[in-house]
């Protein structure tokens, strides 16, 4: 049974798309030889990301992401076993998000299949995750 963790956090500073590049790139090399999906969404130096595999290897990941100083007040939002993946084809999903798409989030279209997440009741958490980041960034 695979392990999911997603947590919130904040950039030290504002990253900038060859930043996000960089990270993205190494983060897929890395998630992929470790058996670890998942999705990071950015928007304005916040971040929400959902990790996904073997709960080892994703605890280990967490724990090394608590540590990087790139980040401030990283928060758990949700941590535990499932039964299948959400973002199984991705070693990481990456996406920065627009002002208008962080406050339509019905139209944003991340899914397997480009379903809005949601359609699924497995799914429920993980876009009730989102629409938190949204509240907790609607003030940016």
């Keep these: 049974m695979d392990y999911c963790i997603v947590y919130l956090s904040s950039s030290k500073a504002l990253l900038s798309n060859e930043e996000l590049t960089a990270i993205l790139h ?11 999906t998942g999705i990071l969404l950015y928007f304005n130096g916040s971040i929400i990301q959902a990790l996904e595999g073997p709960k080892e ?17 990283v928060t758990p939002l949700y941590s535990k076993a499932i039964a299948k993946r959400s973002f199984g084809d991705w070693s990481m999903g990456y996406r920065t998000l627009s002002a208008t798409e962080l406050k339509d989030l019905t139209s944003l279209r991340i899914g ?15 876009l009730r995750l989102i629409q938190l980041f949204y509240m907790t960034n609607s003030r940016n």
């Design 26 to 36: 190494l983060s897929r090399k890395n998630n992929n030889e470790r058996g670890i």
């Design 57 to 73: 290897k994703v605890k280990a990941l967490y724990a090394t992401i608590c540590q990087d100083t790139r980040h401030l007040n």
């Design 112 to 126: 397997k299949g480009g379903q809005p997440l949601g359609s699924k009741s497995e799914d429920s958490i993980v």
